[in-house]
């Protein structure tokens, strides 16, 4: 298990953006196929390949860099070290990150079940209130954490690592309409 996890902190020190990349997708995929296996109880013969698949891209090409970008900025604007700057972390988080990206997830999620720009413009209205106040109940308390304790260069994994449950909740909601119950 320890050479798994030197091998990991090489490749994030040689390719720290694609390593995110590569995180992010795998468990954005992973959240899906929960939502689809344990939540929406699909049998193994009507599983959303696709749908999976749209997942771990928009967790690859959008989710990993533009996190791990986003704590960079805050590292490098806000600093790495103390309860206050830690405060103001969460707080830029949450109040100014939060609330933009979750309209561009569910964008590009709407973009990708084939929604036009009305349709994307009613899943907005239908889903973003919701999902942002269950955000409020889980993301504060973990960013407290994760700015607190953990380096930057791992912060991107600890958040996708309890994103797993966050991207099931995600991709359930996103799809209860889209669902046939079997």
Aim: proline share 4%; with cysteine.
């Amino acid at each position: 298990m320890s050479r798994i996890f030197r091998t990991y902190q090489s490749l994030l020190r040689k390719f720290p953006t694609g390593m995110q990349a590569v995180q992010a997708g795998t468990l954005m995929g992973l959240g899906d196929q929960i939502a689809q296996n344990v939540i929406e109880k699909r049998p193994p013969h009507d599983l959303d390949l696709v749908r999976t698949g749209q997942f771990s891209c928009i967790g690859f090409f959008i989710v990993g860099p533009t996190v791990k970008a986003w704590y960079g900025i805050l590292d490098k604007y806000i600093g790495s070290k103390g309860a206050a700057v830690v405060l103001k972390k969460v707080i830029c988080d949450q109040l100014l990150f939060a609330p933009c990206f979750t309209v561009i997830l569910l964008s590009m999620i709407g973009a990708m079940q084939g929604n036009r720009f009305d349709g994307i413009k009613l899943k907005l209205e239908n889903e973003y209130t919701e999902i942002m106040i269950n955000n409020y109940k889980l993301w504060p308390a973990v960013q407290l954490i994760n700015f607190y304790l953990v380096p930057l260069h791992y912060q991107v994994l600890v958040v996708q690592a309890v994103a797993v449950l966050w991207n099931t909740y995600i991709s359930y909601r996103t799809n209860k309409d889209n669902t046939i119950n079997v």
